[in-house]
Protein backbone atom coordinates (compact mmCIF):
# COMPACT_ATOMS: atom_id res chain seq x y z
CA UNK A 1 0.00 0.00 0.00
CA UNK A 2 1.41 3.61 -1.01
CA UNK A 3 1.95 5.74 1.61
CA UNK A 4 0.64 9.57 2.73
CA UNK A 5 3.51 11.82 1.75
CA UNK A 6 3.60 15.51 3.19
CA UNK A 7 6.73 16.92 2.44
CA UNK A 8 8.42 20.62 2.83
CA UNK A 9 11.41 22.13 1.66
CA UNK A 10 13.23 22.78 4.95
CA UNK A 11 15.62 25.27 2.87
CA UNK A 12 13.27 26.80 1.22
CA UNK A 13 11.43 27.58 4.15
CA UNK A 14 14.71 28.42 6.11
CA UNK A 15 15.22 31.91 3.20
CA UNK A 16 11.70 32.68 3.27
CA UNK A 17 10.08 35.16 5.57
CA UNK A 18 8.01 34.14 7.88
CA UNK A 19 3.76 34.60 7.12
CA UNK A 20 4.63 34.56 3.28
CA UNK A 21 5.74 31.17 2.23
CA UNK A 22 5.46 29.20 -1.04
CA UNK A 23 4.17 26.12 -0.80
CA UNK A 24 7.05 24.27 -0.43
CA UNK A 25 7.69 21.00 -3.35
CA UNK A 26 8.34 17.74 -2.86
CA UNK A 27 11.23 15.52 -5.27
CA UNK A 28 9.65 12.49 -4.59
CA UNK A 29 8.01 10.95 -7.31
CA UNK A 30 5.84 10.82 -8.55
CA UNK A 31 4.43 13.71 -6.74
CA UNK A 32 6.74 16.06 -8.57
CA UNK A 33 6.05 19.91 -7.41
CA UNK A 34 3.70 18.63 -4.60
CA UNK A 35 2.86 20.14 -1.07
CA UNK A 36 0.87 17.23 -0.39
CA UNK A 37 -0.11 14.08 -1.89
CA UNK A 38 -2.56 11.02 -0.36
CA UNK A 39 -2.81 7.34 -2.07
CA UNK A 40 -4.19 5.24 0.82
CA UNK A 41 -7.17 3.97 -1.56
CA UNK A 42 -6.73 1.94 -3.73
CA UNK A 43 -9.91 3.91 -6.13
CA UNK A 44 -8.03 7.29 -5.98
CA UNK A 45 -5.27 9.76 -5.31
CA UNK A 46 -5.26 13.16 -4.24
CA UNK A 47 -2.66 15.98 -4.69
CA UNK A 48 -2.38 19.51 -3.60
CA UNK A 49 0.35 21.10 -5.87
CA UNK A 50 3.01 24.42 -5.29
CA UNK A 51 0.18 26.72 -6.26
CA UNK A 52 -2.15 25.77 -4.20
CA UNK A 53 -4.43 23.98 -6.84
CA UNK A 54 -5.06 20.18 -6.13
CA UNK A 55 -6.17 17.03 -8.27
CA UNK A 56 -7.65 14.01 -7.82
CA UNK A 57 -6.86 11.00 -9.69
CA UNK A 58 -8.74 7.93 -10.34
CA UNK A 59 -7.06 4.34 -9.98
CA UNK A 60 -7.67 1.47 -12.21
CA UNK A 61 -6.00 -1.97 -12.48
CA UNK A 62 -3.67 -0.01 -9.71
CA UNK A 63 -3.21 2.44 -12.18
CA UNK A 64 -3.65 6.38 -11.88
CA UNK A 65 -5.69 7.68 -14.58
CA UNK A 66 -4.89 10.84 -16.10
CA UNK A 67 -5.25 11.21 -19.99
CA UNK A 68 -8.54 12.63 -21.73
CA UNK A 69 -10.39 14.67 -18.89
CA UNK A 70 -10.20 11.78 -16.44
CA UNK A 71 -9.50 13.37 -13.79
CA UNK A 72 -11.04 16.14 -10.71
CA UNK A 73 -9.18 19.68 -10.97
CA UNK A 74 -9.93 21.48 -7.47
CA UNK A 75 -9.44 24.89 -6.85
CA UNK A 76 -10.16 26.95 -3.22
CA UNK A 77 -11.65 30.33 -3.93
CA UNK A 78 -13.22 33.65 -1.97
CA UNK A 79 -16.00 35.41 -3.64
CA UNK A 80 -16.88 38.36 -2.53
CA UNK A 81 -20.42 40.19 -3.10
CA UNK A 82 -20.01 43.29 -4.71
CA UNK A 83 -22.61 45.80 -5.85
CA UNK A 84 -23.03 46.43 -10.05
CA UNK A 85 -25.01 48.80 -12.06
CA UNK A 86 -28.25 49.42 -11.15
CA UNK A 87 -27.74 48.43 -7.89
CA UNK A 88 -28.02 44.29 -8.64
CA UNK A 89 -25.67 42.30 -6.59
CA UNK A 90 -23.02 39.63 -7.90
CA UNK A 91 -20.42 37.22 -6.59
CA UNK A 92 -17.42 37.94 -7.56
CA UNK A 93 -14.02 35.81 -7.33
CA UNK A 94 -10.56 36.80 -5.57
CA UNK A 95 -7.52 35.80 -6.91
CA UNK A 96 -5.11 33.74 -5.09
CA UNK A 97 -1.78 35.30 -4.15
CA UNK A 98 1.35 34.20 -5.16
CA UNK A 99 3.30 32.75 -2.30
CA UNK A 100 0.51 33.54 -0.03
CA UNK A 101 0.62 30.33 1.96
CA UNK A 102 1.02 29.76 5.49
CA UNK A 103 0.51 27.72 8.60
CA UNK A 104 1.03 24.21 7.45
CA UNK A 105 0.98 22.73 10.32
CA UNK A 106 3.46 20.07 11.67
CA UNK A 107 5.81 17.99 9.13
CA UNK A 108 5.10 13.88 9.21
CA UNK A 109 5.48 11.59 7.05
CA UNK A 110 2.76 9.24 8.15
CA UNK A 111 0.22 10.38 9.55
CA UNK A 112 -2.95 8.72 10.21
CA UNK A 113 -6.31 8.62 8.71
CA UNK A 114 -9.04 11.37 9.71
CA UNK A 115 -6.30 13.89 10.91
CA UNK A 116 -6.88 17.52 9.87
CA UNK A 117 -3.99 18.95 7.77
CA UNK A 118 -4.71 22.29 6.52
CA UNK A 119 -2.89 25.88 5.23
CA UNK A 120 -3.87 29.53 5.25
CA UNK A 121 -4.48 31.17 1.95
CA UNK A 122 -4.76 34.81 0.94
CA UNK A 123 -6.63 36.48 -1.43
CA UNK A 124 -6.40 39.86 -3.16
CA UNK A 125 -7.57 42.53 -0.68
CA UNK A 126 -5.82 40.92 2.08
CA UNK A 127 -8.22 38.20 2.77
CA UNK A 128 -7.15 35.12 4.34
CA UNK A 129 -9.32 31.65 4.44
CA UNK A 130 -8.32 28.42 6.35
CA UNK A 131 -8.62 25.58 4.55
CA UNK A 132 -8.38 22.00 5.99
CA UNK A 133 -8.73 18.53 4.49
CA UNK A 134 -9.36 15.09 6.41
CA UNK A 135 -9.01 11.62 4.41
CA UNK A 136 -10.34 8.95 4.53
CA UNK A 137 -9.78 5.49 2.52
CA UNK A 138 -13.08 6.11 0.77
CA UNK A 139 -12.25 9.95 0.20
CA UNK A 140 -11.77 13.43 2.13
CA UNK A 141 -13.65 16.33 3.66
CA UNK A 142 -12.55 19.93 3.37
CA UNK A 143 -13.70 22.70 4.91
CA UNK A 144 -13.19 26.34 3.85
CA UNK A 145 -13.59 29.43 6.47
CA UNK A 146 -12.92 32.88 6.40
CA UNK A 147 -10.27 34.25 9.12
CA UNK A 148 -10.01 37.90 7.95
CA UNK A 149 -12.16 40.15 6.07
CA UNK A 150 -8.78 42.36 5.19
CA UNK A 151 -9.85 44.94 3.24
CA UNK A 152 -13.39 43.85 1.82
CA UNK A 153 -16.16 45.44 2.78
CA UNK A 154 -18.80 43.01 1.41
CA UNK A 155 -20.28 39.53 2.09
CA UNK A 156 -17.65 36.56 1.35
CA UNK A 157 -17.98 33.05 0.81
CA UNK A 158 -14.70 30.59 0.54
CA UNK A 159 -15.79 27.59 -1.64
CA UNK A 160 -14.51 24.82 -3.52
CA UNK A 161 -14.56 24.56 -7.47
CA UNK A 162 -14.35 21.11 -9.04
CA UNK A 163 -13.91 21.19 -12.62
CA UNK A 164 -15.02 18.15 -14.36
CA UNK A 165 -13.29 17.72 -17.35
CA UNK A 166 -14.12 17.16 -21.11
CA UNK A 167 -14.51 13.26 -20.84
CA UNK A 168 -15.25 13.08 -24.22
CA UNK A 169 -12.96 15.54 -26.26
CA UNK A 170 -12.78 13.35 -29.18
CA UNK A 171 -16.58 13.42 -29.95
CA UNK A 172 -17.48 16.53 -32.20
CA UNK A 173 -20.58 18.10 -31.43
CA UNK A 174 -21.65 17.31 -34.78
CA UNK A 175 -21.54 13.61 -34.15
CA UNK A 176 -24.01 13.95 -31.45
CA UNK A 177 -26.80 12.27 -32.73
CA UNK A 178 -25.17 9.05 -34.27
CA UNK A 179 -25.89 6.13 -33.23
CA UNK A 180 -22.38 4.76 -32.19
CA UNK A 181 -21.92 8.20 -30.43
CA UNK A 182 -24.78 7.45 -27.47
CA UNK A 183 -23.22 4.05 -27.31
CA UNK A 184 -19.97 5.68 -26.24
CA UNK A 185 -21.92 8.26 -23.62
CA UNK A 186 -24.40 5.67 -22.08
CA UNK A 187 -21.97 4.55 -19.15
CA UNK A 188 -22.04 7.81 -17.86
CA UNK A 189 -24.61 9.00 -15.68
CA UNK A 190 -25.44 12.10 -13.33
CA UNK A 191 -27.32 11.57 -10.28
CA UNK A 192 -28.15 15.11 -8.62
CA UNK A 193 -30.68 16.41 -5.71
CA UNK A 194 -31.91 19.76 -6.61
CA UNK A 195 -32.57 22.60 -3.81
CA UNK A 196 -36.19 22.10 -2.69
CA UNK A 197 -36.54 18.77 -3.98
CA UNK A 198 -37.32 15.23 -2.47
CA UNK A 199 -35.98 12.92 -4.40
CA UNK A 200 -32.53 12.79 -6.57
CA UNK A 201 -32.71 13.09 -10.12
CA UNK A 202 -30.71 11.26 -13.54
CA UNK A 203 -29.58 12.69 -16.21
CA UNK A 204 -27.36 10.46 -18.72
CA UNK A 205 -24.83 11.57 -20.71
CA UNK A 206 -26.52 10.72 -24.25
CA UNK A 207 -29.08 13.27 -23.00
CA UNK A 208 -26.15 15.84 -24.35
CA UNK A 209 -28.79 18.32 -24.17
CA UNK A 210 -29.42 18.51 -20.55
CA UNK A 211 -28.07 21.78 -19.09
CA UNK A 212 -27.65 21.57 -15.01
CA UNK A 213 -28.90 25.40 -14.28
CA UNK A 214 -32.29 24.15 -15.46
CA UNK A 215 -32.46 21.09 -14.24
CA UNK A 216 -31.46 22.61 -10.41
CA UNK A 217 -32.08 26.36 -10.85
CA UNK A 218 -31.34 26.88 -6.81
CA UNK A 219 -28.35 24.52 -7.25
CA UNK A 220 -28.10 21.40 -5.47
CA UNK A 221 -27.64 19.20 -2.07
CA UNK A 222 -25.93 16.67 -3.42
CA UNK A 223 -24.25 15.29 -6.88
CA UNK A 224 -22.95 12.07 -7.87
CA UNK A 225 -20.95 11.51 -11.61
CA UNK A 226 -19.66 7.77 -12.71
CA UNK A 227 -18.19 6.97 -15.23
CA UNK A 228 -16.52 4.23 -17.20
CA UNK A 229 -13.86 7.09 -18.26
CA UNK A 230 -13.36 7.23 -14.49
CA UNK A 231 -12.44 3.45 -14.67
CA UNK A 232 -15.59 2.78 -13.73
CA UNK A 233 -15.57 5.31 -10.40
CA UNK A 234 -18.34 7.34 -9.39
CA UNK A 235 -17.92 10.58 -7.09
CA UNK A 236 -19.98 12.38 -5.13
CA UNK A 237 -20.66 15.53 -3.46
CA UNK A 238 -22.44 16.70 -0.40
CA UNK A 239 -22.38 18.75 2.15
CA UNK A 240 -21.84 16.88 6.19
CA UNK A 241 -25.56 18.64 6.89
CA UNK A 242 -27.31 19.03 3.90
CA UNK A 243 -28.77 22.14 5.13
CA UNK A 244 -25.65 24.16 5.44
CA UNK A 245 -23.67 24.05 2.05
CA UNK A 246 -25.04 24.05 -1.59
CA UNK A 247 -23.45 22.93 -5.09
CA UNK A 248 -23.97 25.53 -7.65
CA UNK A 249 -23.08 24.47 -11.94
CA UNK A 250 -21.36 26.59 -14.33
CA UNK A 251 -21.78 25.02 -17.80
CA UNK A 252 -20.71 26.55 -20.62
CA UNK A 253 -21.05 24.01 -23.42
CA UNK A 254 -22.89 20.43 -23.77
CA UNK A 255 -22.60 18.50 -20.52
CA UNK A 256 -20.55 15.57 -22.07
CA UNK A 257 -17.85 18.33 -22.87
CA UNK A 258 -17.07 19.65 -19.17
CA UNK A 259 -18.68 22.08 -16.62
CA UNK A 260 -18.01 23.20 -12.81
CA UNK A 261 -19.03 21.80 -9.89
CA UNK A 262 -18.63 24.85 -7.48
CA UNK A 263 -19.49 23.86 -3.97
CA UNK A 264 -20.33 26.70 -0.31
CA UNK A 265 -20.83 27.10 2.80
CA UNK A 266 -23.98 28.69 4.13
CA UNK A 267 -22.33 31.60 5.32
CA UNK A 268 -24.96 31.93 8.09
CA UNK A 269 -23.57 27.80 9.41
CA UNK A 270 -19.71 28.63 8.19
CA UNK A 271 -18.33 28.34 11.32
CA UNK A 272 -20.36 24.88 12.25
CA UNK A 273 -18.66 21.54 12.22
CA UNK A 274 -20.97 20.19 9.36
CA UNK A 275 -20.24 22.68 7.22
CA UNK A 276 -17.73 20.42 5.38
CA UNK A 277 -17.78 19.01 1.94
CA UNK A 278 -17.47 15.24 1.63
CA UNK A 279 -16.45 14.17 -1.36
CA UNK A 280 -16.06 10.64 -1.66
CA UNK A 281 -14.96 7.63 -4.53
CA UNK A 282 -16.38 4.65 -4.96
Known sequence: MKRFLVTF????????????EELPATLDKPYLGCWLAFSESRDFEFVIGGDGDAELFFIKNRKRLSTGGCTLKIYYVVEEKVKGKGGASRWVSRRMVQDGFEDFGKETAEPPL??????????????????VHVFTKSGLEISTRIIDKGESKGDLRPGVKVLVGDLFRHIDDADLEKRETESKLEDTRIS??????RRASRIKFEDYDSVLTEECPKGARAFALESDRYGG???????????YGVIEFVQRKSIIHGFYVNWF???????ENDARLLLKVK
Open 9 to 20: SIALGLLLPAGS
Open 114 to 131: RKPLGFTATFTGGIKARI
Open 192 to 197: VLPVGA
Open 233 to 243: HEFQLITANQE
Open 265 to 271: PDPTKAE
